[in-house]
């Protein structure tokens, strides 16, 4: 006789393939990011516009204002996400709860309910979609503060919305290889997801203990507080090199030992701005990329570039082994605005009795590097992907 199976234990087999099936590849994602969904909740709401894009504007200004800083602060999407969260609740609590232009089809209500986590959500793609420079400003800033000309509004403006088009057009075309697969997590966004449980999800509070909302406004002022001896108070803070304080006067420990114009060796920067301004956060990123980025930078810093340095492979000696700054063949600062004439052209007469342009060492194998991982990245796709 043929064995018959229980309806029951096929429903249970089948949500288990289901489950299997939803089951994200990455350990990480899967214990942080939830897979329930209310779509009772509405989204595009009155106050998301007005938090996402005054959101947006203020981190697009103030990233760029403070990024002319040797050390740049970075006011991450995050902090718009914390600092959202009572607007959004103190707008729930006052706009009247009201239907405007009813029957069209621009229908809307100034306050459909309480404060939710999609809405948070869109404010905080709009805060982060702000919160990154606008590459095209060196571009500006260096017409102005170098060469000291400036470009009329329009083509200023052209050039910056081309190139945040292009971005945002790259960002679109690579989608489908660099977000929707699941392989393709990007760390970072999983501190934004746990962030967002931690604001929206009840939690009972332990007897003697905190819960994670106040943890987070704990640390949040505490932070806030501390900037101001790095950022104020005691700019020291910001690279301590007591390497040089044991020869204050030797150039070869100034070199050695200088947090800011030599290879750090031995300086301690107690100022999260040093630690996070180019890399961000090692919070985020896991061990493997951490190790990867510490290679890279033992090799450039301390392997490479010592080592064109005292072998003086094109003159190294003659520059600053750490400067970011242009040099002549003599070692003196390069006049930029000598070699343009009037038309801001170069006037190719003048740049061959000046000379040609040097670099310091560092500078020189850095910039190098980034070319070279252009064609590094193609090279590894034709490689690893060719077929």
Known sequence: MAETVKPS?????????????????????????P??????????????????????????????????RRMPLSITGISAQIAVV????????????????????????????????????????????????????????????????SLPFLPAF???????????????????HLVEPGEMWWPSNLVQVSLFSALHEKEKK????????????????????????????????TSISWVCWLRPKSVLVNQLGSGEQGLGIGAIGIDWATISSYLGSPLASPIFATINVTIGFVLVVYVVTPICYWLNIYNARTYPIFSSGLFVGNGSSYDVLSIIDNKFHLDRAIYAKT?????????????????????ATMVHVLLFHGK
């Open 35 to 68: 897979k329930t969904d209310d779509p009772t909740l509405p989204v595009l709401t009155f106050r998301m516009w007005v938090l996402g894009l005054g959101a947006c504007i203020i981190l697009s200004f103030v990233n760029q204002f403070f990024w002319y």
């Open 206 to 237: 332990k007897k003697g203990g905190m819960t994670r909302i106040q943890f987070f406004l704990i640390v949040l002022v505490t932070s806030f507080a501390y900037y101001i001896l790095p950022g104020y108070l005691f700019a020291m803070l």
């Open 355 to 375: 000379g040609p342009i040097h670099m310091s060492t560092f500078f020189a194998v850095t910039y190098g590097l980034g070319f070279a991982t252009l064609s």
């Open 158 to 176: 052209l050039i910056m919305i081309t190139t945040q088009f292009l971005g945002f057009g790259w960002a679109g075309l690579f989608r489908k």
């Open 86 to 149: 009572p607007l959004g609740h103190l707008m729930a609590r006052v706009l009247p709860n009201k239907k405007y232009l009813e029957g069209s089809r621009w229908e809307f209500n100034m306050n459909p309910g309480p404060f939710n986590v999609k809405e948070h959500v869109m404010i905080t793609i709009f805060a982060n979609s702000g919160a990154g420079t606008v590459y095209a400003t060196h571009i500006l800033s260096a017409i102005k503060l170098y060469y000291k000309r």
């Open 9 to 33: 234990t096929v429903a249970m087999e089948i949500e288990e393939v289901v489950d299997e099936l939803d089951r994200c590849v990455v350990q990480e994602v899967e214990l942080t990011v």
